[in-house]
């Protein structure tokens, strides 16, 4: 089981940038592969951005590709979501989630979910 902590959010305008944080604990992350979801009020959560267990590739949705990057610091055990060129649309609870079983696709079977975190951007 891994334990999620997510931090970062708030309010921003267009444009801005804003970096989430993930804490984990309870196992090490070297071997877990990661990703954000989001959530926008009266839509379904959806997949943002995953990344590996090894860090070395990573896979944005199409609505963040070329504006939010994915990393991880195995060390610290963390995973950051940096997001640039904000835009309202993106307005929403941010989620970070982990998955013991380390091949597949990132956009599906995670097995531990943080509570969240509020990202709001203003236009």
């Known amino acids: 089981q891994v334990y999620l902590e997510e931090s970062g959010g708030g309010l921003v305008q267009a444009g801005d940038s804003l970096r989430l944080s993930c804490a984990a604990s309870?196992?090490?992350?070297?071997?877990?592969?990661m990703a954000w979801f989001r959530q926008a009020p009266g839509k379904e959560r959806e997949y943002v951005i995953g990344?590996?267990?090894?860090?070395?590739?990573?896979w944005p949705a199409d609505p963040v590709e070329g504006r939010f990057t994915i990393s991880k610091d195995n060390a610290e055990n963390t995973v950051y979501l940096q997001m640039n060129n904000l835009k309202p649309e993106d307005t929403a609870v941010y989620y970070c989630?982990?998955?013991?079983?380390?091949?597949?696709?990132?956009?599906?079977?995670?097995?531990?979910w943080g509570q969240g975190t509020q990202v709001t951007v203003s236009s």
């Open positions: 990344i590996r267990w090894s860090g070395a590739y990573t």
């Open positions: 309870g196992r090490p992350i070297r071997g877990v592969a």
């Open positions: 989630a982990a998955r013991t079983e380390p091949f597949g696709p990132l956009d599906r079977g995670y097995d531990s």
